[in-house]
């Protein structure tokens, strides 16, 4: 029998909001993927951690989801609780109640809020209105499950994370954002490779080299994805034009042109390099088929490991 029973005594999250890894200490991150990696060790098993019997989750969508509504779902079924889908559309939210009411009239019914939207000022309105957890689904400026979910696979797939160097290959978007604040809290190196004008946001950035330099890691821009993928532990990337962005589609495609992680790039990186990608993917555009879908991809692994890692968050906050 897995223990996934206790509670990891030095998180003490309970009560606490989800929005961005950046309000949590290291400790607590490490508490975090031990607890996800004893929860998939028994759902591997085929045991039941029945975690949060009765509990209920309330999921806001604004913006389309395979990974993260599923495997939400699928993880409070898991702990014994309920998850309800609800489209910001078919809410009163869709039809211009405020964001403070929702939350005022969600907490009485549910026992926790995880929201995918567009704007983060949206997601700390919420949770400041709201007396119950909220969990960031993803925002335009992050996406901390799914960097939890990153952290996961690259602990799997490397052992440790010390000295290793993981570069990120594309757009400074959302997961970029939150990938560069994983990596600084857990000692791992990390270089943005993008393209003029695609930068991450200056104040993540400054944000993340002060957590690097607090554990012994560095954070860097490259405008030269050759140079920054050399001895590259892991290549990351993700889609160029992100949800909300496609007027720039076109434009998009041409600017990051350059930037495709393919087998021509990937030379550059260390022969065991790991590839990673949120998903979904745009094969022939930010990646090949035959790096994806190649001999060193762990996007699958990566993409499962969403589910453990969120109900580690779930039942350790709820
Ligand atoms: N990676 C991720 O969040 O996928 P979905 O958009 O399918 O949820
Ligand atoms: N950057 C992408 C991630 C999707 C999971 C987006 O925001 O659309």
Excluded at 56 to 74: D, H, P, Q, W, Y
Excluded at 86 to 100: V, Y
Aim: net charge negative; hydrophobic share 40%; with cysteine.
């Amino acid at each position: 029998m897995i223990s996934t029973q206790s509670a990891d005594k030095t998180l003490n999250i309970k009560g606490q909001d989800f929005l961005t890894l950046a309000d949590y200490s290291p400790e607590v991150i490490k508490g975090l993927l031990k607890k996800a990696a004893q929860l998939k060790e028994a759902h591997l098993m085929g045991e039941t951690a029945p975690l949060l019997q009765g509990k209920v989750l309330g999921m806001i969508f604004e913006k389309s989801s395979t990974r993260t509504r599923v495997s939400f779902e699928a993880g409070m079924l898991q702990l014994g609780g309920h998850a309800l889908y609800l489209n910001s559309q078919d809410l009163q939210l869709g039809r211009g109640e405020s964001i403070a009411d929702t939350a005022k009239v969600l907490s009485q019914y549910v026992d926790a809020i995880m929201i995918r939207t567009f704007s983060h000022d949206k997601i700390e309105e919420l949770a400041h209105h709201a007396t119950i957890p909220v969990i960031n689904g993803l925002t335009d400026q992050y996406h901390p499950c799914q960097a939890l979910a990153d952290l996961l696979t690259i602990q799997e797939m490397k052992g440790t994370f010390e000295g290793q160097n993981l570069v990120y290959v594309g757009d400074g978007n959302n997961v970029a954002h939150s990938l560069m604040i994983a990596a600084a809290k857990m000692g791992v190196n990390i270089t943005i490779a993008c393209p003029d004008g695609y930068e991450p946001d200056p104040a993540i950035l400054k944000l993340s080299k002060e957590f690097a330099e607090q554990n012994g890691a560095e954070v860097k821009v490259s405008h030269t994805p050759e140079e920054a993928v050399k001895d590259a532990d892991a290549i990351y990337t993700d889609v160029w034009t992100s949800m909300g962005q496609e007027a720039e589609n076109e434009k998009r495609l041409n600017d990051f042109a350059l930037y495709q992680v393919n087998e021509y790039l990937v030379q550059y990186a260390k022969k065991d390099f790991v590839f990673l990608h949120c998903l979904p993917a745009h094969r022939g555009e930010e990646v090949t088929a035959g790096v994806i879908d190649g001999s060193n991809s762990a996007v699958f692994q990566q993409a499962g490991n969403r589910l453990h890692v969120q109900k580690a968050i779930l039942s350790e906050i709820l």
